[in-house]
């Protein structure tokens, strides 16, 4: 788990596509899998690592 400060790296947000907050990217193999746009229930969260 990783928490990004998209303010103070913005190269990175840039480079995944991050155009609002909060996004929760899932990466597998040190490449982005699946990606979650805006608050969600809890379960839609634990869903993405399903």
């Known amino acids: 788990m990783y928490k990004l400060d ?3 790296s913005p190269d990175i ?3 995944y596509g991050v155009m609002s907050v909060p ?3 899932l990466f ?3 490449a982005p ?3 979650m746009v805006g608050a969600q ?3 839609n ?3 993405l690592f399903a």
């Open 13 to 15: 947000a840039q480079r």
């Open 33 to 35: 899998k699946r990606q």
């Open 41 to 43: 229930p809890k379960q």
């Open 23 to 25: 996004t929760l990217i």
């Open 6 to 8: 998209i303010d103070q």
């Open 28 to 30: 597998e193999g040190g």
């Open 45 to 47: 969260v634990l869903a």
